[in-house]
């Protein structure tokens, strides 16, 4: 078949497959199969740091200065990804100059599990002692990238449903989902002179239970909520590799409109990882994001089409 044409395989044996199965015989939700889902969005984002100095009684908190990004998002069959900036045209983005932010991120929602992809970028950030004074260091870079895979034991419960809209809650439904988060984080002020170590790098990796909850108000007005706990193993690598006993956490709260073809809404999430209690330095690692978005959901173009065809034709030739 080709590599090509197996990648192709792949995605569309995911999305005619597994999808299928579960929304042939469940009346709890309808996936829009076929459709191209485009969405606008705009959300206010931020990837904060708090270091926690125990002995000498002095926290510092390491504030990025691009906050409100604009973006675009594409779904189609199990497969969503998003590309985000923060433009000038917004006040809080004007704060200092050179400061930037570019986030990105890829979900996919094969049957009942969940993966999700994020990455963040940020150049220009504000250290600030709590109760004292603070610096703005424009050279200062953090990087993030990571994700998470959670599978849902309820099959009548839909997280896309809340998550990218790209499927629509019938009936009110929850379901608890254990979870494994992983993420790499690097700091950079190889360019900034008052900045001792020029690189730190940070891995976590934690799993736990989680919870999210569907309410269906009405027929297109739906509420989502959820959180996680969990615990794991932090690694920092600075001048020596040490290894923490890592807390993360994470809440979720959504609400919108979803009609056959436009929808709507807000999501609001955050996360959470905390490291170092047993240490002189505790830091606190915090995601999160408000994101208001607005979508249209199209016939798939012809050439999505004609492959997925020809795709699940030869699938069946095998089957």
Do not use: C
Request: net charge neutral; glycine share 8%; no cysteine.
């Amino acid at each position: 078949m080709g590599i090509k044409n197996s990648i192709w395989a792949i995605l569309f044996i995911s999305v005619s497959g597994i999808a299928q199965t579960d929304t042939i015989s469940n009346a709890y939700y309808k996936e829009f199969k076929n459709m191209l889902s485009v969405q606008a969005f705009t959300f206010n984002a931020f990837n904060n740091f708090t270091l926690e100095y125990k002995e000498e009684n002095t926290v510092l908190d390491i504030i990025p200065n691009e906050k409100t990004t604009v973006g675009i998002a594409f779904q189609y069959g199990i497969i969503g990804f998003s590309l985000g900036f923060a433009p000038k045209i917004f006040d809080d983005n004007r704060d200092n100059e050179n400061s930037k932010m570019t986030s990105f991120s890829f979900n996919m929602f094969p049957g009942r599990f969940m993966f999700n992809f994020d990455l963040y970028s940020q150049k220009g950030v504000t250290v600030q002692e709590q109760g004292g004074s603070s610096v703005y260091l424009q050279d200062f870079k953090t990087f993030k990238i990571g994700g998470s895979t959670a599978y849902f034991f309820n099959k009548n419960f839909s997280y896309s449903a809340s998550a990218l809209q790209n499927t629509k809650q019938l009936k009110s439904a929850g379901s608890f989902a254990p979870t494994i988060s992983y993420y790499y984080t690097e700091f950079n002020a190889k360019n900034e002179p008052l900045i001792e170590s020029e690189e730190t790098s940070f891995i976590y990796t934690s799993i736990g239970p989680a919870y999210y909850y569907n309410w269906v108000i009405n027929d297109n007005f739906l509420l989502s909520t959820g959180g996680s706990i969990g615990g794991g193993i932090a690694i920092t690598s600075e001048e020596n590799t040490t290894s923490r006993f890592l807390v993360s956490a994470s809440v979720l709260l959504a609400a919108g409109y979803n009609f056959e073809h436009w929808y709507g809404g807000l999501n609001i999430s955050a996360k959470s990882f905390n490291h170092g209690e047993e240490s002189n330095v505790q830091m606190n690692d915090a995601i999160g994001h408000a994101t208001l978005f607005i979508g249209y959901r199209f016939d798939e173009p012809a050439f999505l089409k004609r492959k997925r065809e020809k795709i699940e034709a030869k699938v069946k030739r095998l089957l």
